[in-house]
């Protein structure tokens, strides 16, 4: 017995003497290190750099990679950059959270601000790019690049702002585009209606529900066929979003507290109810492709991006149907619905391009003078023209070139209407668009925000019903699936940041505490057996 109260003891003491280690360790800072930006890039050597990209499938884009690489390593003989070619951005931030752990993230990566957020809860994984692109001579417009670099102030600031992450620019802007309500001109004034300057919610909403009539024969009055989905909203992710960023309403602080279960979110799915009970209202996850209904006569709202422009309308060059059951009809391109016609709200996405950290400084230099050379006039204005993509300098899209473009709508394939209708929309209205806050967990939030209008859709269309407990249900399950409730906010996460990894002298405090209790609990029992033996 004695023997276990010394021992005891010794832990006890040993437990005070390392606390002033344990508390100077616990508050040792991690911080995010900064990029010291070479002197001088060494032309002497030769860099390998990888560069993932995604181009869905579309072979000009593909071709414009191949050109951008080609004519970038003309330049720079020693730069040899590797492409691998995704069809989505999923993939890409599915493999790249992979290699993070083994340490073989690319060089270069085309990706989303939401994404970027996980990658950099790393230790250094992606490279804060501020000094970078400010330097003097390898930045943004620098003295020492041997192309045509835009200038700081020639990338449009809302674009550049949306790659700024707790102040931070961890990527520059690639290419952009929002979302556009591709329309039947026809089939609304078929029903009576005249489209007004801006499309309104409840303008959609009533011409939807119009154009759900019969004849005797079970076909839709507005088109003589069986299949008719007035409204269909391709990413409902950006719907929820967008309504909820229009009614001013909840969706997450900039810091990560989520505030998406709210009234006005159970008033939107309310009014998504409503409508998918009448089959006015559905999406692509449940019905499919709008364009595909659009260009067929069975659609009058299709909903999608402005990069997808080429697939909507009667001469689309892109088409997924028989060409056979395309129907003729007047295309319209209008920014999506709005609640405050006077006060526009309009999401705006695209892809960004980052730069990954690596051990050698002039890896990351090279690595960096490529992504740059990625928003040069020649990439983005040749990229832009592909789909309803603008470019994201004012340099770009200030060019003759570009200009010429624009002013050759319907010229040819090359200069569809719709497409260039669609990319007009954007840079007319950039002053109304808008990004969701940020941080490690935002995409789940992008997700869980579809997931609400998916799912309310589906039951309903189940023929479930829309009352507070479903919508109850509804909350408990989309919070569970997406782990909303184990995000954490930025001050959170500052504050495990700034604790940094345990150190090993607090795995042996800790592990050091629990034998003491263990000792002086078997050392309680030991005494009470012995008293009860007496």
């Not at 009539?213 to 409902?236: C, L, R, V, W």
């Amino acid at each position: 017995m004695k023997i276990m109260r010394k021992l005891a003891s010794v832990f006890l003491v040993a437990v005070i003497a390392m606390y002033p280690l344990v508390t100077a360790g616990c508050h040792k800072a991690r911080t995010i290190t900064a990029f010291d930006v070479p002197s001088e890039f060494d032309m002497s050597r030769e860099y390998e750099i990888t560069f993932w990209a995604k181009n869905d499938t579309n072979v000009y884009q593909t071709a414009i990679y191949n050109q951008a690489i080609k004519d970038f390593e003309a330049l720079y003989p020693n730069i040899h950059v590797n492409m691998k070619l995704y069809s989505n951005y999923i993939n890409i931030y599915n493999d790249v959270i992979t290699n993070i752990a083994t340490n073989t993230t690319p060089n270069v990566c085309i990706t989303y601000p939401d994404h970027i957020a996980t990658y950099k809860t790393g230790e250094n994984v992606v490279v804060p790019l501020d000094d970078l692109i400010n330097d003097k001579q390898y930045g943004l417009g620098g003295s020492e690049l041997l192309f045509d670099s835009p200038t700081v102030d020639e990338v449009i600031p809302q674009f550049m702002d949306e790659c700024s992450i707790g102040g931070i620019h961890y990527a520059i802007p690639y290419m952009r585009s929002t979302e556009a309500c591709y329309v039947n001109k026809d089939f609304v004034e078929k029903l009576g209606y005249t489209l007004p300057e801006v499309l309104t919610w409840d303008f959609i909403w009533e011409v939807s529900d119009a154009a759900m009539k019969k004849d005797g024969d079970g076909n839709y009055e507005i088109n003589g066929q069986k299949t008719m989905i007035p409204f269909i909203y391709k990413s409902t992710d950006n719907m929820m979003i967008t309504m909820l960023r229009q009614l001013d309403a909840g969706y997450s602080t900039p810091d990560g507290e989520i505030n998406i279960f709210n009234d006005s979110t159970t008033d939107i799915l309310d009014t998504v109810a409503k409508h998918a009970g009448t089959g006015s209202f559905s999406t692509f996850a449940i019905s499919g492709y709008p364009a595909n209904f659009l260009n067929a006569g069975q659609c009058i709202f299709a909903v999608d991006s402005t990069a997808g422009a080429t697939w909507m309308g009667t001469g689309a060059p892109n088409v997924d149907i028989d060409k056979s059951k395309i129907v003729d009809f007047d295309t319209v391109v209008y920014p999506v619905p709005q609640y405050d016609t006077e006060n526009m709200q309009m999401i705006s996405q695209g892809p960004s391009v980052c730069v990954f950290n690596k051990e050698d400084p002039q890896e990351v230099l090279a690595s960096w003078i490529f992504a740059q050379y990625l928003i040069t006039n020649p990439v983005q204005i040749a990229y832009a023209q592909t789909e309803g993509y603008v470019p994201v300098t004012s340099k770009a899209q200030n060019d003759p070139a570009y200009v010429e473009y624009l002013n050759n709508s319907g010229k040819d394939a090359d200069h569809y209407d719709v497409k260039i209708a669609a990319s007009k929309l954007l840079l007319e209205n950039v002053q109304y668009t808008f990004t969701t806050p940020v941080f490690n967990g935002s995409t789940s939030l992008r997700e869980a925000a579809g997931a609400l209008i998916e799912n309310t859709t589906k039951s309903i269309r189940r023929h479930g019903t829309f009352d507070d407990e479903f919508v109850k249900q509804l909350y408990d399950d989309v919070n569970a699936q997406y782990r909303l409730d184990q995000i954490e906010t930025e001050d959170s996460a500052r504050t495990v940041a700034a604790l940094g990894p345990m150190p090993k002298t607090s795995v042996i405090l800790l592990t050091s505490l629990g034998v003491c209790w263990l000792l002086i609990g078997a050392f309680v029992v030991y005494s009470k057996v012995k008293g009860k033996n007496r």
